[in-house]
């Protein structure tokens, strides 16, 4: 958790030898995919019940940074995890090369249908090193959801506001950093029943998911991505309620193969080490101009700032972490 460092060779010599051999990227979904799916569980390294994830400093990375990478893994969202895991080398590339930050560890984690999925939540560990493509290809895509335009984002939220602990928070006051990827609703109501049943918290009152986002935002920057690939991009409910849940930090993003370049770019805007042109100037070095048309567009829908704010509004209470 936490230690060693990103290896390019490794990760494309892997690649390469699962290429090779036959096997999929997703072998945990693949493996699961041949069983009856009354067998389907999450993966134990990412289970969220009675679980705390940590990012936390160490003789290797003295200022780490989390960043947590959340996807909706129902329906044709399945997708973007494949292409996340495609292009890991040139989000660390962009990240910790181009001195957006100097130690980012990342977690990713995947988010599903509470009511309906056999696996509606998963959470893997921050990384620094090559476990962090180990983690993504563990995720299950599990391709289900309910069919009512809404998935359990609230639940992972939830998660991220209570079960993770930080040293950039606690040591040093400063945020870490949550995409979701997703093309949704929340859930109009965070229920009890599905935290104490997945999570494991003792709660018994359901929770009101914007509650839920403000407490987030305490020691988040939190964003919501849409990637232009199902029927929701242009639904205006959806506008609406993510940009009434977090302003400005709604992105729709046209092209879904930008996803990692605008999770980068985003990241050097907030740290403001670089502002859109030099965040694009730094995709096109890394061979990534063709996204990063779309990563500008995105950008640009923040209202032409060089610098993305967290909107939400910091609700005050305790510094602390709640574990339940």
């Known amino acids: ?39 389907w569980k999450v993966a134990p390294a990412l289970d969220p019940a009675n679980a705390i994830r940590e ?28 292409i996340m895991q495609g292009k890991l080398g040139k989000l660390h590339g962009l990240i910790k090369r181009r001195g957006y930050l100097a130690d980012p560890q ?11 999925d056999r696996v509606p939540l998963q959470i893997g560990q921050f990384e620094s090193d090559n476990r962090m493509d180990e983690q ?10 309910g069919g009512q335009k809404s998935e359990s984002y609230e639940l992972a939220a939830y998660f991220m506001a209570r079960h993770v602990v930080t040293d950039a928070w606690h040591k040093r006051g400063r945020k870490g950093y ?34 839920v986002y403000r407490e987030l935002a305490r020691r988040w920057h939190v964003y919501f991505v849409l990637p232009n690939q199902s029927s929701y991009y242009d639904d205006p409910d959806i506008g609406e309620h993510w940009s009434g849940l977090l302003g400005q930090n709604f992105l729709k993003l046209d092209d879904p193969g930008a996803v990692c370049e605008l999770i980068a770019a985003t990241i050097g805007l907030e740290e403001q080490v670089v502002d859109v042109d030099q965040a694009l100037a730094d ?25 993305v704010t967290s909107a939400v509004p910091d609700p005050g209470g305790p510094d602390d972490v709640v574990l339940r």
């Not at 990375?61 to 044709?76: M, N, Q, R, Y």
């Not at 990342?106 to 009511?115: E, N, S, T």
């Open 136 to 145: 993504l290809r563990t995720i299950f895509l599990e391709g289900g959801g």
């Open 283 to 307: 995709l096109a070095d890394v061979g990534s101009a063709a996204e990063g048309e779309a990563v500008g567009k995105a950008l640009t829908r923040l209202g032409g700032r060089s610098v």
């Open 178 to 211: 949550l995409f979701v990827i997703g093309d949704e609703l929340n859930k109009p109501s965070l229920e009890a029943k599905h935290i104490r049943r997945i999570i494991g918290d003792d709660i018994h009152e359901n929770i009101d998911p914007a509650s």
């Open 106 to 116: 990342v977690l990713f984690g995947a988010i599903g249908d509470a009511d309906s």
């Open 55 to 82: 990012c936390r400093d160490s003789a290797d990375h003295s200022d780490s940074t989390p960043i947590a990478v959340l996807f909706d893994v129902t329906g044709s969202m399945r997708r973007v995890p494949r």
């Open 1 to 39: 958790m936490g230690h060693g460092h990103w290896d390019d060779n490794a990760y494309a010599a892997a690649k390469t030898f699962r290429a090779a051999r036959g096997e999929d990227d997703f072998g945990y979904t693949a493996d699961l995919r041949g069983r009856p799916s009354s067998d």
